[in-house]
């Protein structure tokens, strides 16, 4: 089979999965064996609970394999490539037949994420045979000008995918206006919220389509500089990045009179972030460029009018980016055709926590979140309780079950309490503590408050004091109340985003599930049964066996008993670990 | 708030021996470059693990950084360290959605393991114990990285496996259990 490929995806989760050894292993067999395929490397298509993922593409189509081992990977090779016959029960898709993670294509729409998993991110060629860098060079050949470039993106009705959701179009015209010398654009890879990686995906996977829609814009608002701030636990994204600028220079897509423009000249730098969260708000990001603490002003002035070393400024999200050189080659009523009235186009959500198939998806804007969560992400880890979706991150909110056919957009999850966010979409089952999560957000953001504004270093820091409090079972029948007072004056009173938004995650908890609130104060319990403070472990004398593996595991001795008797936790010794009751083989041991 | 990255103030034992001229290829790339400060500091951590007093010293000397700046900097910053490290840095994901896989459990298997508080070194100098948000491998929650590996949907008990294969290689005798 002369034309066949086999595809690894290497991409940072697959790499954690294990495809880099599997790869190592399918390059030594097809060595040995003389095995007659092109090996060849590509990134994440999404399905990141298949991984390691491998690619066969032969005369009859493509075969994507799932949860590859080298094992596996032996016996795919044999078969598959030998003798010719596909191995039909390890395909995870295929257009070719129906395989049992069909649902998770179902109702995706690729346009952020068009390239990613389908080339090689360190190959120029390969980008340039999937329409790359085809969108700057219509606007060189066609003429396009500036202001027709601006309201292309305008009537796409694309907005910022980097939280804030505001017109990609009518920033770009804002910058445009602002005459200047020198004019940079950024794009802002520094991904903070934590629970997503969407953006991550685009830069590993492709690099190339972030870089042209930089040059597109770059040709928009007349900057002759861009930049690209990337957090440094990125480090494969920063890696081909930094591959794809050097073949765009060598092409002469960077430099000077690119793409035989006269007079366009831009370049880009690559800036790694070096740890903090509030660095993604886009006057702290600046700051940090220019060498200092990350910490945000006041704005206006916006960044259009005086932004990086003072000059107009243009800063999108990668997504944003990506989806650009799109809009350009497609057209405006192209990208418009998808999406609701207010929210066109698609959106990449990183589908994470108790979901069975966690990865990433892009669907059109105006899917239900239950569709996302259990057609496309095929329903809850275990076929636990599906309790809620946590959109948004630290500065969003989470939306209830029974909340779950709000479709996405902006404005119907705002709606909510909660945003849309970057797309991080952590879904939550019934043994989540809601109180845990409002504290767990309220520690991050804690943490990382740059510590400029009053209600935002303090009361943040009262507010997980409070937090803390309820889920060790001490909370008072007053906190509620102060809590929502709190949140609302740190709402008020914060300069940026981060302040601004920190509250929501208790807001909403509080919203949604206050009885959750009320029996950790008033009762002492956690009906998730996962504040562990306030949990009782007992052992079921009819069950007991007294075979002793309890006592054993105790590290505490909590536990008392012989041979063959009935054993006894000493409730206070006991620490609430959990290991009796994990390693139980009887289940003889309640939660309560 | 980013201010408690300032621990107290403990007694650094910096051994005098600590090669300053290895910075000077640095000082000269970034000198006069705007915007200098975070690659300096940057590739400085990367020359020793950490920055050393005496490399804020030469700094602050030899370019035209001020050192109060720069402490300000890199007090601010996750990313730059004031202390020794060892060897090996083992980063646990605490991002939302580790933290609802259960990441706690990671970390206190490995508190438990190598008997160290989160933040700390051990007194072999082999392990740092850290915590941090989201490595972007949210899918194959719970995370781990050390070194440029990552280690996903780990369980407390793979997790110390890990590190015992690792001080295995180390000091090259197998562990007792
Ligand atoms: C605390 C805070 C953190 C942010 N983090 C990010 C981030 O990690 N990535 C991002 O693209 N935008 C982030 N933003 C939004 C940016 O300030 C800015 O709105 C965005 O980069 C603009 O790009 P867009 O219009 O393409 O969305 C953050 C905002 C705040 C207030
Ligand atoms: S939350 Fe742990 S890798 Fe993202």
Same mark, same amino acid.
């Given at each position: 089979?002369?034309?066949?490929?086999?595809?690894?995806? &290497?991409?940072?989760?697959?790499?954690?999965?294990?495809?880099?050894?599997?790869?190592?292993?399918?390059?030594?067999?097809?060595?040995?064996?003389?095995?007659?395929?092109?090996?060849?490397?590509?990134?994440?298509?999404?399905?990141?609970?298949?991984?390691? &993922?491998?690619?066969?593409?032969?005369?009859?189509?493509?075969? %994507?394999?799932?949860?590859? $081992?080298?094992?596996?990977?032996?016996? #795919?090779?044999?078969?598959?490539?030998?003798?010719?016959?596909?191995?039909?029960?390890?395909?995870?898709?295929?257009?070719?037949?129906?395989?049992?993670?069909?649902?998770?294509?179902?109702?995706?729409?690729? #346009?952020?994420?068009?390239?990613?998993?389908?080339?090689?991110?360190?190959?120029?060629?390969?980008?340039?045979?999937?329409?790359?860098?085809?969108?700057?060079?219509?606007?060189?050949?066609?003429?396009?000008?500036?202001?027709?470039?601006?309201?292309?993106?305008?009537?796409?009705?694309?907005?910022?995918?980097?939280?804030?959701?505001?017109?990609?179009?009518?920033?770009?015209?804002?910058?445009?206006?602002?005459?200047?010398?020198?004019?940079?654009? %950024?794009?802002?890879?520094?991904?903070?919220?934590?629970?997503?990686?969407?953006?991550?995906?685009?830069?590993?996977?492709?690099?190339?389509?972030?870089?042209?829609?930089?040059?597109?814009?770059?040709?928009?608002?007349?900057?002759?500089?861009?930049? /690209?701030?990337?957090?440094?636990?990125?480090?494969?994204?920063?890696?081909?990045?930094?591959?794809?600028?050097?073949?765009?220079?060598?092409?002469?897509?960077?430099?000077?009179?690119?793409?035989?423009?006269?007079?366009?000249?831009?370049?880009?730098? %690559?800036?790694?972030?070096?740890?903090?969260?509030?660095?993604?708000?886009?006057?702290? &990001? %600046?700051?940090?460029?220019?060498?200092?603490?990350?910490?945000?002003?006041?704005?206006?002035?916006?960044?259009?009018?005086?932004?990086?070393?003072?000059?107009?400024?243009?800063?999108?999200?990668?997504?944003?980016?990506?989806?650009?050189?799109?809009?350009?080659?497609?057209?405006?009523?192209?990208?418009?055709?998808?999406?609701?009235?207010?929210?066109?186009?698609?959106?990449?959500?990183?589908?994470?926590?108790?979901?069975?198939?966690?990865?990433?998806?892009?669907?059109?804007?105006?899917?239900?979140?239950?569709?996302?969560?259990?057609?496309?992400?095929?329903? /809850?880890?275990?076929?636990?309780?599906?309790?809620?979706?946590?959109?948004?991150?630290?500065?969003?909110?989470?939306?209830?079950?029974?909340?779950?056919?709000?479709?996405?957009?902006?404005?119907?999850?705002?709606? $909510?309490?909660?945003?849309?966010?970057?797309?991080?979409?952590?879904?939550?089952?019934?043994?989540?503590?809601?109180?845990?999560?409002?504290?767990?957000?309220?520690?991050?953001?804690?943490?990382?408050?740059?510590?400029?504004?009053?209600?935002?270093?303090?009361?943040?820091?009262?507010?997980?004091?409070?937090?803390?409090?309820?889920?060790?079972?001490?909370?008072?029948?007053?906190?509620?109340? $102060? &809590?929502?007072?709190?949140?609302?004056?740190?709402?008020?009173?914060?300069?940026?985003?981060?302040?601004?938004?920190?509250?929501?995650?208790?807001?909403?908890?509080?919203?949604?599930?206050?009885?959750?609130?009320?029996?950790?104060?008033?009762?002492?319990?956690?009906?998730?049964?996962?504040?562990?403070?306030?949990?009782?472990?007992?052992?079921?004398?009819?069950?007991? $066996?007294?075979?002793?593996?309890?006592?054993?595991?105790?590290?505490?001795?909590?536990?008392?008993?012989?041979?063959?008797?009935?054993?006894?936790?000493?409730?206070?010794?006991?620490?609430?670990?959990?290991?009796?009751?994990?390693?139980?083989?009887?289940?003889?041991?309640?939660?309560? | 708030?980013?201010?408690?990255?300032?621990?107290?103030?403990?007694?650094?034992?910096?051994?005098?021996?600590?090669?300053?001229?290895?910075?000077?290829?640095?000082?000269?790339?970034?000198?006069?470059?705007?915007?200098?400060?975070?690659?300096?500091?940057?590739?400085?951590?990367?020359?020793?693990?950490?920055?050393?007093?005496?490399?804020?010293?030469?700094?602050?000397?030899?370019?035209?950084?001020?050192?109060?700046?720069?402490?300000?900097?890199?007090?601010?910053?996750?990313?730059?360290?004031?202390?020794?490290?060892?060897?090996?840095?083992?980063?646990?994901?605490?991002?939302?959605?580790?933290?609802?896989?259960?990441?706690?459990?990671?970390?206190?298997?490995?508190?438990?393991?190598?008997?160290?508080?989160?933040?700390?070194?051990?007194?072999?100098?082999?392990?740092?114990?850290?915590?941090?948000?989201?490595?972007?491998?949210?899918?194959?929650?719970?995370?781990?990285?050390?070194?440029?590996?990552?280690?996903?949907?780990?369980?407390?008990?793979?997790?110390?496996?890990?590190?015992?294969?690792?001080?295995?290689?180390?000091?090259?005798?197998?562990?007792?259990?």
């Amino acid at each position: 089979m002369e034309n066949t490929k086999v595809i690894v995806g &290497l991409g940072s989760c697959g790499l954690a999965a294990g495809a880099g050894k599997v790869y190592e292993k399918i390059k030594q067999l097809k060595e040995n064996q003389n095995l007659q395929f092109e090996l060849k490397k590509t990134s994440c298509i999404g399905m990141c609970f298949r991984e390691p &993922l491998v690619e066969i593409i032969d005369n009859n189509g493509s075969y %994507i394999y799932g949860d590859v $081992t080298e094992a596996t990977a032996t016996e #795919i090779l044999e078969k598959h490539i030998q003798n010719a016959t596909p191995i039909k029960e390890y395909v995870v898709k295929t257009d070719l037949f129906v395989t049992k993670d069909k649902n998770f294509f179902e109702g995706q729409v690729k #346009i952020a994420l068009r390239n990613c998993g389908y080339m090689d991110p360190e190959s120029i060629e390969e980008y340039q045979a999937r329409n790359g860098y085809k969108s700057i060079e219509k606007i060189s050949t066609q003429n396009i000008s500036r202001t027709e470039v601006i309201q292309t993106v305008m009537d796409s009705g694309l907005r910022g995918r980097g939280g804030g959701g505001f017109s990609t179009g009518l920033k770009w015209r804002f910058a445009n206006n602002n005459k200047s010398d020198i004019k940079y654009i %950024i794009c802002n890879a520094d991904e903070g919220d934590p629970g997503a990686f969407m953006d991550r995906s685009v830069l590993e996977g492709d690099p190339h389509s972030v870089l042209e829609g930089m040059i597109i814009g770059a040709y928009a608002i007349e900057a002759s500089e861009g930049w /690209i701030y990337c957090r440094a636990e990125y480090p494969l994204a920063i890696k081909r990045l930094n591959i794809a600028m050097d073949q765009a220079r060598k092409k002469g897509y960077l430099g000077k009179n690119i793409f035989g423009i006269e007079g366009f000249d831009f370049d880009i730098h %690559i800036k790694e972030g070096a740890g903090a969260f509030v660095c993604g708000e886009e006057t702290a &990001l %600046i700051a940090s460029i220019e060498g200092q603490r990350g910490m945000p002003r006041k704005r206006p002035p916006f960044p259009a009018a005086s932004g990086l070393w003072r000059k107009p400024t243009n800063i999108n999200n990668v997504e944003t980016f990506a989806n650009i050189p799109w809009i350009i080659l497609n057209g405006a009523t192209a990208f418009a055709k998808y999406g609701t009235e207010k929210s066109k186009g698609t959106k990449v959500f990183a589908l994470t926590g108790k979901i069975k198939n966690g990865g990433l998806v892009e669907v059109p804007m105006g899917i239900t979140i239950r569709d996302i969560v259990f057609k496309l992400g095929g329903g /809850i880890i275990n076929d636990k309780k599906f309790k809620a979706v946590q959109l948004g991150g630290p500065s969003g909110g989470c939306i209830p079950e029974y909340l779950a056919d709000t479709i996405v957009d902006y404005d119907s999850v705002n709606a $909510t309490g909660a945003i849309m966010g970057s797309g991080g979409m952590v879904v939550m089952d019934e043994t989540t503590c809601m109180v845990d999560m409002a504290r767990f957000f309220l520690d991050f953001t804690k943490k990382e408050s740059c510590g400029k504004c009053t209600f935002c270093r303090i009361g943040t820091q009262r507010m997980l004091e409070i937090l803390t409090r309820i889920t060790e079972g001490e909370g008072k029948e007053s906190d509620i109340d $102060t &809590l929502i007072e709190l949140s609302n004056q740190i709402k008020d009173s914060s300069l940026c985003g981060l302040g601004q938004t920190a509250p929501n995650p208790v807001l909403t908890t509080i919203k949604y599930f206050k009885d959750e609130y009320e029996a950790h104060i008033r009762d002492k319990k956690c009906p998730s049964k996962s504040c562990k403070a306030l949990l009782t472990f007992e052992i079921i004398p009819d069950k007991c $066996t007294g075979c002793m593996l309890c006592k054993k595991v105790c590290p505490v001795d909590a536990i008392d008993g012989e041979r063959k008797l009935i054993h006894v936790i000493k409730q206070e010794m006991c620490i609430k670990c959990g290991m009796c009751f994990s390693k139980c083989k009887f289940e003889a041991i309640t939660v309560r | 708030m980013r201010i408690e990255r300032i621990k107290k103030e403990e007694v650094v034992l910096e051994s005098d021996n600590i090669d300053l001229s290895l910075i000077d290829p640095i000082i000269t790339k970034y000198k006069n470059v705007k915007g200098n400060m975070i690659p300096i500091l940057q590739k400085t951590q990367e020359t020793y693990g950490y920055i050393p007093r005496a490399a804020f010293n030469k700094l602050a000397k030899e370019t035209d950084l001020k050192l109060s700046d720069m402490y300000g900097v890199a007090s601010f910053y996750a990313q730059f360290r004031l202390h020794p490290v060892g060897k090996h840095i083992i980063k646990v994901c605490h991002g939302t959605a580790c933290h609802v896989q259960n990441a706690t459990a990671i970390t206190d298997a490995l508190v438990e393991e190598l008997k160290v508080k989160d933040g700390e070194t051990t007194p072999d100098n082999l392990f740092t114990l850290e915590s941090v948000a989201c490595l972007g491998c949210c899918s194959l929650a719970p995370v781990m990285m050390i070194g440029n590996d990552t280690f996903g949907k780990l369980t407390g008990k793979s997790a110390v496996d890990v590190i015992r294969k690792i001080r295995e290689t180390e000091t090259g005798t197998p562990c007792k259990n």
